[in-house]
């Protein structure tokens, strides 16, 4: 049974910084392309990061540019969104989700891509 269990969130004040974890439990996590999205009420889920299973190619929301960045450590089924600068905005429920592939350099951004998601963490911005 696959699980991608996300932590990290919390409570930050605007323009502080957040570091999530998605830890997979996946035997093909080093060929699985991972996204992070999030979801806030009311809204529709959106794209915020996507990486390659290499790590070596990334995407980055443009509402997040400069300020989130993601990262994966394959010997240990983790993905990682770093998160700084933080807004208000980006108040959410920050979901991890992946996707097998074999091609080495690809990221997805649409949700309909992503075979397996996570249960959320949340992520609360005070101004």
């Known amino acids: 049974q696959v699980q991608l269990v996300e932590s990290g969130g919390g409570l930050v004040q605007a323009g502080g910084s957040l570091r999530l974890s998605c830890v997979a439990s996946l035997r093909t996590f080093s060929s699985a392309a991972m996204g992070w999205f999030r979801q806030a009420p009311g809204k529709e889920r959106e794209f915020v990061a996507g990486i390659s299973w290499s790590g070596g190619d990334t995407d980055i929301a443009d509402s997040a540019k400069g300020r989130f960045t993601v990262s994966r450590d394959n010997a240990k089924n983790t993905v990682f969104l770093q998160m700084s600068s933080l807004k208000p905005e980006d108040t959410a429920a920050y979901y991890c989700?992946?996707?097998?592939?074999?091609?080495?350099?690809?990221?997805?951004?649409?949700?309909?891509?992503?075979?397996?998601w996570g249960q959320g963490t949340q992520v609360t911005v005070s101004s």
């Open positions: 989700a992946s996707k097998y592939t074999v091609h080495r350099n690809r990221y997805y951004s649409r949700p309909i891509e992503y075979d397996f």
